[in-house]
């Protein structure tokens, strides 16, 4: 055991090239800070290890301490009889379950309330709701009920987004959907985009600052290079490039239960559910085939890196932005089923061509071994040792490596770190950007980690510091906090992308 402890589980490698790359502490999406805010300071100081002699406790022995949950089985395996488990007092169980029935009898006296509650809402505005949104609702219910005489904590005067993350553009501080500058700016992108040859260079700068969501769709297939400037081609482009991936969904996907691409299939058939899994929509049975057909295509076609887990969630904004161009309504929890067999079809070629496009230029973060990424955090981990030495310096004192928290955000393009939303309007910027995945992507990382500099210094041991950055509270982000992440991004970048030796040692 001690020897498997020693090697440092981000580094463990395939023997294979192209085979299939774990990704570890992956969680999506952001947790709630409200939830989360106390529970991770109590765990901190419950499960810190002593500091006798002031030295910092190391990853190794955050591992060692949490070894047992990595192993699978070791539940059957516990010897119930040890004393530990002997130690429980019977009075305060006895105490504790006639407690726990006085209390379950309590919220089962109004029954009535809560189905008139539930009655005086429309049929047509009934929600899907995930299993999460609902104990969140029966959690609080439950401590209104139980504590009737403490005042409820206040919380910040803004609208309540859902824990089922919303996808359509919401800015954070509640601003109208459409004020006069954004029709403005509309009617802008209209021009461009309905001109003869469209101005690519013109429009990236105009979708810079975001783009509308009515124009998206098309935006996105330019500006990834899927379709041409040219509006007299673009039809036969779309209907060449569409007939050329069913014809590759013809040639392949019956290969996916040969040997040979039977590991890499399984691995695609697990993944799919666990994307996104709060949002409906992406539980929905024909979605997830859309999505097993486009990452198993991808992955026969690209050999070199195949299958990577955290490539499945590179589908999914080019997937919703392509279905809104059919949905008016919000696609969360939009059923899938009501749209014609030729619009899923082209939804489904379109999000394989421009997650193609995507990858193209990133796909060294894929590759054997991931050098790309690899190269990236490194080179975090420079430009923060130079822009905050005092947070590079609290790393270093508590041990923390940016590989165990900032290999996430290069393999998932922070798609973990941040709700669907978001993401769509950073990618906005990203397509806008050159190398925007690649090189930009480098001074937002570091822009989002200075953000929490407060509460990264705040965190006093390993346990702390690697929960917070695993967990950071985004899930109220909006269109305003990604616009103040990309403008500090772009300092940045101004500053130290054409002065390398500025940020190296």
């Known amino acids: 055991m001690a020897a498997e402890n020693s090697k440092q589980f981000w580094k463990r490698s395939a023997k294979l090239p192209g085979s299939i790359q774990p990704v570890y502490g992956a969680q999506h999406p952001p947790l709630d800070p409200r939830l989360t805010k106390n529970f991770i300071k109590e765990r901190s100081k419950v499960n810190a290890v002593p500091l006798k002699n002031k030295k910092a406790s190391s990853f190794h022995e955050f591992a060692r301490n949490t070894s047992d949950a990595w192993d699978i089985g070791d539940d059957e395996e516990e010897d119930f009889s040890s004393p530990s488990f002997q130690t429980l007092n019977s009075k305060v169980a006895l105490a504790t379950a006639a407690q726990v029935l006085e209390n379950h009898s309590k919220l089962r006296v109004k029954p009535e309330r809560s189905q008139s509650t539930t009655s005086d809402v429309p049929a047509s505005y009934k929600v899907i709701k995930s299993s999460s949104d609902a104990q969140l609702s029966r959690n609080s219910s439950d401590t209104c009920l139980r504590n009737p005489l403490h005042k409820q904590q206040s919380l910040p005067l803004r609208p309540i987004i859902p824990l089922v993350a919303r996808i359509s553009d919401q800015n954070a501080s509640g601003a109208p959907p459409m004020t006069v500058r954004e029709k403005t700016r509309l009617e802008k992108f209209r021009q461009l985009l309905s001109s003869h040859n469209t101005d690519l260079d013109e429009l990236r700068k105009c979708s810079w600052p975001g783009v509308p969501r009515e124009v998206r769709p098309i935006t996105w297939r330019l500006l990834s290079g899927y379709l041409p400037a040219n509006t007299e081609r673009r039809k036969l482009t779309l209907q060449r490039k569409r ?15 040969e040997e040979h691409h039977q590991d890499t299939y399984r691995q695609i058939h697990i993944d799919i559910p666990r994307t996104n899994p709060l949002i409906p929509l992406f539980q929905q049975p024909l979605v997830q085939e859309i999505f097993e057909r486009i990452l198993f295509i991808w992955a026969i076609r690209h050999p070199a890196s195949g299958y990577v887990q ?33 619009v899923l079809r082209s939804i489904e070629a379109d999000s394989f061509w421009c997650m193609s496009k995507l990858l ?4 060294d973060n894929y590759t054997f071994a991931q050098p790309g990424i690899q190269k990236k955090v490194k080179a975090l981990e420079e430009l923060v040792s130079r822009i905050d030495e005092q947070v590079h310096n609290h790393f270093r004192r508590y041990e923390v490596e940016y590989l165990q928290f900032a290999f996430r955000w290069m393999n998932n393009l922070l798609m973990r770190e941040l709700p669907l939303r978001c993401t769509i309007r950073l990618w906005d910027t ?6 925007g995945f690649s090189h930009f992507h480098l001074y937002v990382c570091a822009a989002f980690l200075i953000k929490w500099r407060k509460e990264i210094l705040d965190e006093e041991d390993f346990q ?23 403008a500090e991004a772009y300092r940045l970048k101004y ?11």
């Not at 007939?243 to 239960?257: L, P, T, V």
């Not at 490539?311 to 899938?336: A, G, H, Q, R, W």
């Not at 500053?495 to 040692?505: C, G, I, K, L, S």
Request: hydrophobic share 35%.
């Open 464 to 486: 702390g510091l690697l929960m917070l950055l695993q967990n950071l509270p985004t899930i109220h982000w909006g269109n305003e906090e990604i616009g103040l992440l990309l």
């Open 310 to 342: 955290g490539i499945n969630d590179l589908v999914t904004p080019f997937f919703v932005v392509f279905l809104s161009e059919y949905v008016e309504e919000d696609v969360e929890n939009f059923d899938v089923t009501n749209l014609s067999q030729d």
């Open 360 to 363: 193209d230029g990133i796909q």
């Open 430 to 435: 990203y397509q806008s950007e050159p190398e």
């Open 495 to 505: 500053m130290f992308a054409d002065a390398p030796n500025h940020y190296r040692r």
């Open 243 to 257: 007939e050329e991936y069913f014809g590759f969904i013809e040639q392949y996907y019956d290969s996916r239960n």
